[in-house]
């Protein structure tokens, strides 16, 4: 079931004074403009950092949703599973560090390649402490260059993850 997924990026001009467009063009679902400061500065507009980590955070829900059926008894949602991991459930352990180990793996490759200086796990996620201890254990041992991990800030959203420089 592989599918082949296609962007293209027009830019202009130099690195602080140039523009460019993105169209993600395999769906035609949208169309963004790009400039540095959207990258470096506050304000209005995308980035690539944006979209990477809405892509990253979309393919994590969607696996975590598919570990979670495959369970004899799945839990209805991610508080579940850490309850169920912290009163010692077999099955629930087990995920969770399933889990730990491919966040882990995903961040680690993120890393080698963006060099993010923070990632935030937030949610339901990143509200279970034993799964963001073992990510960032795990993310130390992989990646080159390990970014700082924190907590979530205070009324975090859902699952997602993602703080760049």
Not at 11 to 28: A, H, I, R, V
Not at 47 to 71: I, Q, V
Not at 83 to 105: D, H
Request: proline residues 7%; hydrophobic residues 40%; charged residues 15%.
């Amino acid at each position: 079931m592989a599918t082949t997924s296609t962007a293209r990026t027009h830019w202009q001009g130099s690195l602080t004074e140039g523009s460019g467009k993105t169209d993600l063009t395999t769906s035609g679902a949208a169309s963004f403009d790009m400039t540095w400061g959207a990258r470096t500065e506050a304000g209005s507009g995308t980035n690539p950092e944006e979209l990477l980590a809405a892509a990253l955070a979309t393919c994590y829900s969607m696996a975590l949703a598919h570990a979670l059926s495959g369970a004899d008894t799945p839990p209805t949602s991610v508080q579940e599973l850490f309850s169920r991991a912290a009163a010692g459930e077999g099955p629930a352990v087990e995920l969770v560090e399933a889990e730990s180990q491919r966040i882990a793996a995903i961040a680690a490759s993120v890393c080698a390649i963006v060099d993010p200086e923070t990632v935030i796990l937030t949610g339901g996620v990143g509200a279970n402490t034993v799964l963001v201890a073992r990510v960032r254990e795990l993310i130390e041992d992989l990646a080159p260059f390990p970014p700082r991990s924190s907590a979530p800030p205070l009324g975090s959203g859902p699952a997602s993850w993602a703080h760049w420089r």
